[in-house]
């Protein structure tokens, strides 16, 4: 079990990375998003391409009007974050919310899962992208996904089942 200041150091961790991660999707400067969520808690650290990537399955689906996304992260030994992200062309993202990255030593599988409650009409297309608290970061493929099927209780029907790299 982590004690109180192992979790305080942790979270301090996660907060730096989202702000860090936060500012490389949106193009802001890292240190003007720290100052915003509070001095301090980052440097000017950045970002670098993780060579192992945790999420072996990612699958979206659209149904009653929301986008159910749920992913399968395999052996997964990090702390950080996951960052759901969605975009109406497949180019710019945009980031809808993040989970936190459970990492373990064992080996097991985690699913983890986040709902789109208001998906844009149309095509969306979603990714996941995977911070660690060591500064290193993964995307999972893309997949596009249907939301103007007139059969939302099929969900068969109202995802395309297109994974793109």
Same mark, same amino acid.
């Given at each position: ?25 949106? !193009?802001?400067?890292? @240190? #003007?998003?720290?100052? $915003?969520?509070?001095? &301090? ?5 950045? /970002? ?41 062309? !497949?180019?710019?993202? @945009? #980031?809808?919310?993040? $989970?936190?990255?459970? &990492? ?5 599988? /985690? ?55």
């Amino acid at each position: 079990m982590k004690t109180q200041r192992q979790y305080s150091t942790i979270k301090n961790k996660i907060v730096g990375i989202l702000i860090t991660a936060t500012a490389i999707l949106t !193009g802001n400067n890292v @240190q #003007a998003q720290t100052q $915003k969520m509070g001095s &301090g808690l980052v440097g000017s650290a950045s /970002l670098q391409l993780d060579t192992y990537n945790a999420i072996s399955s990612f699958s979206p689906v659209f149904n009653d009007g929301k986008t159910y996304i749920r992913w399968l992260a395999s052996n997964d030994e990090k702390d950080g974050i996951f960052i759901v992200e969605r975009s109406a062309d !497949g180019v710019d993202f @945009q #980031a809808l919310g993040f $989970k936190d990255r459970v &990492g373990s030593p064992l080996c097991v599988n /985690l699913f983890y899962s986040f709902i789109d409650e208001e998906p844009v009409s149309g095509v969306n297309y979603y990714r996941i992208m995977s911070v660690g608290t060591d500064q290193t970061y993964t995307f999972s493929d893309v997949v596009r996904v249907r939301t103007d099927v007139a059969d939302t209780a099929n969900p068969s029907n109202s995802a395309l089942g297109e994974t793109t790299k």
